[in-house]
């Protein structure tokens, strides 16, 4: 005799468990699916986004970056440059690309702390619209001259624009070198004419050539023209020296205060980017940094190469963000 007679579902009862086995079903189905997508990424070529022209520093240490990346992940890193507009047409087309892992950003304080403050319309937000996923490193820049003019220092250069106002001349190719030579006008008080250029090569063509007398250049750009002769290097841009060029002053030993300007480098997705898939690339860019042969490599472009978690980039491209808008802003330089 049976205590508890077992008891039939009703038809309504029976129907939910079915759903419910059915959608548990789906559910299963798309993890799976998910996990398999993820676990072949990459399983396509990726293109590196270059916001400067070819033989550019972030170019050349890009490339560097794209062949080792490419070894780890076994797929083709394909550097494309879309160069102009301090670097936001670039930033630009990331931005509204598919966040899959197969469109990457390698940029610097051009397009995401300075060109939001030193242009009028910017069709992105550098904090919204991309995924942070690794930090690069510093690319230290340098104020470098004409050799034939007639100033070999810092505070020669000052002196001559001093008694020349606004007949001396400097080139820039990106935003740090806007901002550097603002920032050397405002501070050592000299009125000097801004000659802006597409890319830092460009700029460093005409320096050599005579037709400008000054810039801030990265080091990767400028140093074979300093170690061959063709220019003149009085400074690092830095408060500080710098372990790459040691015997060259900072600015604030060569007689400028409060001058401490720097260009980072870091690597972006657009924003909604599967959190697996930073962790895989952040991976590898920290496998990348640690690397001594390759640091080497990067160290005798005159690139400074470290890392961090994305988390640690998020807070520093924010923290930057605020920092060059007062940089710019205590230069006097108007948004174009």
């Not at 990424?41 to 990726?46: L, S, T, V």
Request: aromatic residues 8%; charged residues 15%.
């Amino acid at each position: 005799m049976k205590l508890f007679p077992t008891l039939n579902a009703s038809p309504r009862v029976s129907a939910a468990r079915s759903a419910k086995r059915v959608l548990g079903t789906s559910l299963l189905g798309l993890a799976l699916c998910a996990t398999s997508a993820l676990a072949a990424y990459p399983e396509k070529p990726i293109n590196l986004i270059v916001p400067f022209p070819a033989g550019s520093g972030t170019d050349a240490v890009g490339r560097i970056f794209a062949d080792e990346l490419g070894k780890m992940l076994g797929q083709t890193v394909i550097v494309e440059n879309k160069p102009g507009a301090n670097a936001t047409i670039a930033a630009n087309y990331v931005a509204k690309a598919k966040p899959d892992g197969y469109t990457l950003f390698v940029t610097t304080n051009t397009s995401h702390s300075a060109a939001p403050w030193l242009m009028k319309n910017v069709s992105y937000d550098p904090v919204k619209d991309f995924t942070p996923i690794a930090r690069g490193g510093n690319l230290p820049f340098l104020l470098v001259t004409n050799p034939s003019r007639p100033y070999k220092t810092v505070k020669e250069l000052v002196d001559y624009a001093k008694a020349n106002p606004g007949n001396v001349t400097y080139a820039t190719g990106n935003s740090t070198g806007i901002v550097a030579g603002g920032t050397l006008g405002a501070v050592a008080g000299i009125d000097i004419l801004h000659i802006p250029y597409k890319g830092t090569p460009q700029a460093l063509t005409d320096l050599v050539g005579g037709q400008v007398d000054f810039m801030f250049t990265d080091f990767t750009s400028g140093m074979p023209f300093v170690t061959s002769g063709r220019l003149h290097a009085m400074a690092v841009s830095t408060a500080k020296r710098s372990d790459l060029v040691p015997d060259l002053p900072s600015m604030e030993e060569a007689g400028v205060p409060n001058f401490d300007i720097n260009s980072w480098n870091g690597y972006f997705g657009p924003a909604g980017m599967s959190p697996e898939i930073v962790k895989v690339l952040n991976t590898a860019i920290n496998k990348i940094v640690n690397d001594p042969a390759t640091k080497k490599r990067l160290a005798d472009l005159g690139f400074d190469a470290f890392s961090g978690t994305p988390e640690e980039f998020s807070t520093f491209v924010q923290d930057q963000y605020v920092l060059w808008g007062d940089l710019i802003k205590a230069a006097k330089i108007a948004p174009q």
